[in-house]
């Protein structure tokens, strides 16, 4: 299963402007849970929006309107990326609250 750290190169614009909605950064630490809450449905719906993307140029390339296998590989490898991106972003998360499960109070 791929890490977090094997995918550092991966843009991800939708999640970085779900982070930065009032346009200046903020410290380390200061996030709401509902901003966080928000960035999640956001990385997942970019997430969507690429593989329908996929889904779709597929479509088009099995209908003819698109003739460019160069061009059905990025799309349907950014949709690739970002899935592997979100689910490894899902996994972190789990592993956090696991952690946090397991503190003695």
């Known amino acids: ?4 750290n094997t995918l550092t190169g991966v ?3 939708y999640l970085t ?3 930065s909605s009032s346009g200046t950064k903020k410290p380390e630490g200061s996030g709401s849970f509902d901003e966080l809450y928000q960035a999640a449905v956001n990385l997942i719906s970019g997430t969507n929006s690429y593989i329908q993307q996929a889904q779709q140029a597929e479509i088009d390339y099995a209908m003819g309107e698109l003739t460019s296998t160069h061009e059905l590989s990025i ?11 979100t689910v490894a972003i899902k996994n972190g998360i789990l592993d956090a609250y696991k952690e946090l499960m397991q503190i003695q109070v």
């Open 11 to 13: 843009t991800n614009d």
């Open 17 to 19: 402007q779900a982070l």
């Open 75 to 85: 799309i349907e490898e950014k949709a690739n990326i970002a899935l592997q991106y």
């Open 1 to 4: 299963m791929s890490t977090v």
